[in-house]
């Protein structure tokens, strides 16, 4: 009896183990950051606090799930940020000038952000473009149409209804908008655990050349992961639009740089093949905590931008050095 007691504790924890595999560091530092904060602010534990943090990294966080899956088959996005600037503005072009309905016009908008991305894939695929000039040329694409449809005007005036799924908690705890990104947290992990595609993508990433041997059509694919990461990105648009309230062709500025290093910091490897949702979503945790934090120290924007520069770079270094 106390050894079949012993054997199952062991399977516990081995099985909780593998669920955190790849993503220890990431939440060992978390987890010291959030110590380090509740004793330098007293502020930053309570319950309004938290729940702010998870309002905070919604936009990010829907993100963070499409950049992903791209870094995971070794690609990159440039264009994220400016896919989600086109899309605000397509959904409140639609919306509050041609006179659609909301839900309409949202998808409409949807619909354009997965195009930008068919069309960087299609660059990749087809023309053979590297995936950072294809998508930094997509993301001066996206920028021009955000800022043309309206000549660079914001818009606003949407429904009540609208900005208010934003802050209205329900059950007291969770809005709409941390719910949205809750479920693509989970979808996005049950992909890339459970399903024969998200082992492609790990496949792709480890070997391109291997994987299209093994039979994989790598072409879909990466055209598929940036059709998936323009469609989120324009999900985050819509997000971002509920809690703002407005749209603005000047929306999403260095998100991709963000994304990329929440993405990173969870330990998805940039050369592909190894990572996933669990180690993105505390990436996106630290980077929220820490934004935070260093906003209820009082410590400059400016300053901000340096930490979090300088916390990129210990996570890719890290990096290198478990290669080594």
């Known amino acids: 009896m106390i050894t079949s007691v012993k054997e199952e504790n062991r399977n516990a924890g081995s099985?909780?183990?593998?669920?955190?595999?790849?993503?220890?560091?990431?939440l060992i530092g978390l987890i010291i950051l959030c110590i380090f904060l509740s004793f330098a602010t007293d502020r930053f534990m309570s319950a309004r606090n938290l729940l702010n943090i998870l309002d905070q990294i919604t936009v990010l966080g829907?993100?963070?799930?499409?950049?992903?899956?791209?870094?995971?088959i070794g690609g990159i996005d440039l264009a994220v940020g400016s896919v989600m600037a086109l899309t605000m503005m397509v959904m409140g072009y639609l919306a509050n000038q041609i006179g659609l309905p909301l839900g309409m016009g949202i998808l409409l908008a949807l619909a354009v952000a997965g195009v930008t991305g068919a069309i960087a894939g299609l660059l990749i695929t087809v023309l053979g473009v590297p995936a950072?000039?294809?998508?930094?040329?997509?993301?001066?694409?996206?920028?021009?149409?955000?800022?043309?449809?309206?000549?660079?005007?914001?818009i606003v005036g949407f429904p009540p209804w609208f900005s208010l799924l934003s802050y209205t908690r329900f059950g007291g705890f969770l809005t709409l908008t941390?719910?949205?990104?809750?479920?693509?947290?989970?979808?996005?992990?049950?992909?890339?655990?459970?399903?024969?595609?998200?082992r492609s993508l790990y496949a792709i990433g480890g070997?391109?050349?291997?994987?299209?041997?093994?039979?994989?059509?790598?072409?879909?694919?990466?055209v598929g992961v940036y059709v998936v990461s323009g469609l989120l990105a324009?999900?985050?648009?819509?997000?971002?639009?509920?809690?703002?309230d407005s749209?603005?062709?000047?929306?999403?500025?260095?998100?991709?740089?963000?994304?990329?290093?929440?993405?990173?910091?969870?330990?998805?490897?940039?050369?592909?093949?190894?990572?996933?949702?669990?180690g993105t979503i505390i990436g996106v945790l630290i980077i929220g905590v820490l934004r935070n934090g260093?906003?209820?120290?009082?410590?400059?924007?400016?300053?901000?931008?340096?930490?979090?520069?300088?916390?990129?770079a210990l996570a890719v270094a890290a990096e290198g050095f478990k290669r080594k």
């Open 247 to 278: 749209v603005q062709p000047t929306a999403g500025v260095s998100y991709e740089l963000d994304t990329i290093a929440a993405v990173v910091i969870g330990g998805t490897s940039l050369s592909g093949g190894k990572g996933g949702i669990l």
């Open 207 to 222: 070997n391109q050349e291997v994987a299209r041997l093994a039979g994989i059509n790598v072409n879909l694919y990466t």
């Open 62 to 72: 829907i993100m963070a799930v499409g950049m992903t899956m791209v870094i995971l």
């Open 132 to 154: 950072f000039i294809a998508t930094l040329a997509m993301m001066s694409v996206a920028r021009g149409l955000a800022n043309m449809i309206t000549d660079g005007q914001q």
């Open 294 to 312: 260093l906003n209820l120290l009082g410590v400059s924007p400016f300053t901000q931008a340096v930490v979090i520069g300088v916390v990129i």
């Open 15 to 26: 099985g909780l183990l593998s669920v955190f595999k790849g993503a220890t560091g990431p």
């Open 234 to 244: 324009g999900l985050a648009g819509v997000v971002l639009a509920m809690r703002l």
């Open 178 to 198: 941390v719910a949205i990104m809750l479920i693509v947290f989970v979808l996005g992990w049950l992909y890339l655990r459970y399903t024969s595609g998200g």
